[in-house]
């Protein structure tokens, strides 16, 4: 048996005949630039979400320099950003300008609780990352950002459908950070980004950013550029969007499998609170010291697994920086991501469960 860590020709042919409907229309329509889907996308979004505004844009990294901008957080500012994530979010800071302070996470890859040793008279924002779809505690960590008077961007770019006592991931801080990428929980067909605020004055600000710092046609009031969202993406996502809840259903149902079946298995660290609401199942992460010898075992029974991330950002070169990240530094020894995706069959699941007991028979 061969099981892809996540295959995305696998639709199904009724959601496929969506998107291929919607398609038709906005070829019809013959706007492929804002228009109605983006609007009709902006508005659901920000329902679902409950964020007054939300500001589609044309990617995640762009979702987070833009709301960098917005802030005014440029050269000489500090931002804190935990030593595990994806390199956006460094990426995006050093963008703008501004200097990234890396911080150890805790074991599950999230900014460590007294990251806010790292503030310095030069800090202007924190950037939380809800990592793997887990999302940080925000009560306490908005408590601390206010204390300190410094700006919350929430890189909530895997944790879309994470909500944490009823409130959306991407909703706690000045801005939040949606990516839309295809292997996202709700992805586009290409690439797409979205902001979320509750601030009328920094969603008009981020309004101006996407759009070349117009709001309205030869109205340039800053220094702006192109970030606009497709019209055809926001036409496919609408579509996506439809769907979400039911395949959110189905990633908890095969996530639980991998939790009952996995528990006995002393030698792995399960992902925890997986399956609780304030998580959305975007990945899979099992925590084992055999980890590269375990994805080799695994790769020759045909399974595919992926480390998310092998390396932690301050050990790369263009981010090199020294510190104690002891914990982030270890899920990237000894992270591996299964395959989890709505698409999967029961019986995959059962195999690569079975694949992991006979390695450590
Ligand atoms: C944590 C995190 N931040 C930011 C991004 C950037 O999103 P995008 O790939 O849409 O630019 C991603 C997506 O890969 C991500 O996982």
Known sequence: MKVPFLDLKRWDEELKDALKTKFNLILENGVFSGGEEVKNLEAKVSTYLNSPFTVSCANGTDALELALRALEIGLGDEVIVP???WVSTAEAVLIVGATPVFWDTDEDGLLAADWECAITARTKAVIPVHLYGKMVDM???VIK?????????????????AFQNGKAAGTFGDVGCLSFYPTKNLGALGEAGMCLTSSTCLAERMKMLVNHGQLVRDEHQLIGRNSRIDTIQAGFLDVFLGRFEHQQILRRRFAGYYLTSLSKVEEIRLPQGTLEPDHNTHLF???IERRDELKDFLFQKGIVTV??????LPDLKPYSSIGNFEKARKISKQG???PLNPWMRKGEIDYVVKAIQDFFL
């Open 83 to 85: 030593a595990m994530t």
């Open 139 to 141: 009560d306490a960590l």
């Open 145 to 161: 950002a206010e204390a300190n008077k410094i700006h919350i961007i929430e890189d909530a770019a895997q944790s879309f459908g």
């Open 285 to 287: 992460v099992i925590q």
């Open 307 to 312: 480390i998310h991330y092998p390396s932690i």
């Open 336 to 338: 591996l991501s299964l």
